[in-house]
């Protein structure tokens, strides 16, 4: 059996990307596609979408399924679940953040909790909902972004990297959990990834770890490639390996204060 047949079984026939309108989202939507998964592209703009779906359905003659929406907005969830009743999704690919840089008190409330509802909310809704589906078929797949400054606190990201852990964890625990069920749980722990997004925030270039900077294209191909083997991915070799001294051979205060000279550096 070839390859993309297996991904289409295990994974198919339709796939949810939320957060797809342009960088890791489209990258995850474009390589989804080329294995041949219908899709539905989630994300506010929708011109980006309609757009990004031409280009796949032409030259992948798969079907897309569009929903223009807010994921910060609480219903935004159940909106998800009324308008894809009639499609068998076989894999989630949460992608989707709002994320607040900067000193922690100069932003509102407001702006952290949109984080927790975007970030924690409606993804643990999302991936209760379709898994619930999945379990009863036995197969699926759920991918969950998360960041590498979620492996300790992070200084002016203090909440992001606090919602991206949740991601880890919950992702770590259902993938021990459904092990033995055909479901393959995941998280994606990027670190800096050139996306507009990214870009847009306007991090000072800061050495080393700029060099580490990868494109969407590759964290995704090695998201998907890791997908069923491991509860979490870490794309790209320097990522990993600045990981592994991190969370195995320095001290976690150490650690911590490295991360914050990281930011401060970037954002300040
Ligand atoms: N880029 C990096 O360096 C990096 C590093 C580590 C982890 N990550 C993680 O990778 C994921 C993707 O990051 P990214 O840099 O591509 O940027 P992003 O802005 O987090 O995600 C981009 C996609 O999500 C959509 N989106 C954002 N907020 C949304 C909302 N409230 N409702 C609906 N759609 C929403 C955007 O489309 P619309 O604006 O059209 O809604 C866009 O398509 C995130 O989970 C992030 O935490 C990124």
């Not at 991936?127 to 606190?153: E, Y």
């Amino acid at each position: 059996m070839n390859k993309q047949a297996t991904f289409q079984e295990q994974y198919g026939p339709w796939a949810v990307v939320a957060g797809a309108s342009e960088g890791l989202g489209a990258a995850y939507a474009d390589q989804l596609a080329q294995k041949g998964l219908n899709l539905v592209l989630i994300a506010r703009r929708e011109a980006m979408l309609v757009k990004l779906s031409g280009g796949l359905v032409e030259k992948y003659g798969i079907q897309v399924r569009i929903l223009t929406l807010d994921l910060s907005q609480p219903d935004s969830t159940e909106n998800i679940v009324q308008k894809t009743r009639d499609l068998e999704i076989g894999l989630l690919i949460y992608n989707a953040a709002s994320s607040v840089v900067g000193p922690f008190l100069e932003h509102s409330i407001d702006e952290h909790l949109k984080e927790i509802e975007t970030n924690v909310r409606a993804p643990l809704v999302l991936t209760h909902h379709f898994c619930g589906q999945m379990l009863a078929r036995g197969r699926g797949g759920v991918v969950l972004m998360s960041s590498l400054s979620a492996f300790q606190g992070s200084a002016f990201i203090a909440n992001y990297a606090a919602t991206k852990a949740f991601n880890i964890l919950l992702a770590e625990g259902l993938w021990e959990e459904w092990r033995n069920s055909g479901i393959d749980v995941m998280a994606c722990v990027a670190g800096a990834t050139s996306t507009p997004k990214y870009k847009a925030s306007n991090p000072k270039q800061t050495g080393r770890f700029s060099d580490a900077t990868l494109e969407p294209e590759v964290v995704v191909r090695e998201a998907l490639n890791a997908l069923g083997k491991q509860p979490f991915v870490i794309p790209g070799k320097l990522n990993r390996f600045s990981s592994f001294i991190m969370r195995h051979i320095l001290p976690r205060k150490v650690a911590i204060q490295m991360m914050g000279n990281i930011l401060r550096n970037m954002y300040t």
